[in-house]
């Protein structure tokens, strides 16, 4: 009786307790940031624990599905992102154009990349994840296929395409009225200005 009740006692230990399994994550091409989400951000190839189960792996704004099964192996139910197996999980990737046209200012892929850009440019993306374009104090929402093709979460920001993202730009005229200061717009790649002035901007940005 005893023994069955140590029995017992071991298994619901277990049960509460759980266990973690060691996968290797290897980002690939991707060269940005990426974590389990609500955890700590990694970059390049890192070894993590997981318990068995479901969790979300987030590259970008958004995420995609992974499942841990008891035995370590790793599968990827979207069969797109990343590309389980037993204690691993490898993302794909996949490289778009960016085209900002006729702003000038910087632009950054939030946590797909370490720095600004101004012009033309290119950044590495894991496909069918959601990522903040970042230009000025805001933004907009975007993501690439498998196959590369963009779609934009809200068209009038920027037009997606095969392999490419390009912007959307108007004309915003500023007057500074009475004041008769230096004034610039922030990312913009403006100079110093004083004055009434003409600006290029991406239309719809928001917070990002």
């Known amino acids: 009786m005893r ?19 060691d996968i290797d994550v290897d980002p690939g091409n991707y060269s940005g940031m990426w974590a ?8 390049g190839p890192t070894t993590i624990s997981l318990e068995p ?7 970008g704004q958004g995420t995609f599905t992974i499942e ?13 992102s990343a590309i389980g197996g037993q204690n691993s999980l490898t993302f794909n990737s996949t490289t778009i154009a960016v085209q ?8 950054q892929v939030h946590r797909a990349m370490s720095n600004y850009l101004t012009g033309d440019g290119s950044v590495v993306l894991v496909p069918e994840v959601s990522y903040g374009m970042v230009v000025g104090q805001g933004g907009f929402y975007f993501k690439a296929s498998a196959t590369g093709q963009v779609s934009v979460n809200k068209g009038y920001s ?5 392999g490419a993202l390009t912007f959307n730009t108007t004309e915003v005229n500023i007057d500074p009225a009475d004041y008769t200061g230096t004034w610039y ?9 004083t004055g009434p002035a003409t600006v290029v901007v991406v239309p719809g940005a928001e917070q990002i």
């Open 3 to 21: 023994r069955v009740l140590a029995l017992l006692l071991f298994s619901l230990l277990i049960a509460t307790n759980g266990f973690s399994i």
């Open 36 to 43: 389990i989400y609500g955890q700590t951000f990694y970059t």
């Open 53 to 59: 189960g479901t969790h979300y792996v987030q590259p």
């Open 68 to 80: 841990v099964g008891s035995d370590g192996m790793v599968t990827v139910p979207n069969g797109v």
């Open 100 to 107: 900002p046209g006729a702003y000038t200012g910087l632009w």
């Open 158 to 162: 920027a037009v997606g395409g095969q």
């Open 185 to 193: 717009l922030h990312r913009g790649n403006t100079p110093l200005l």
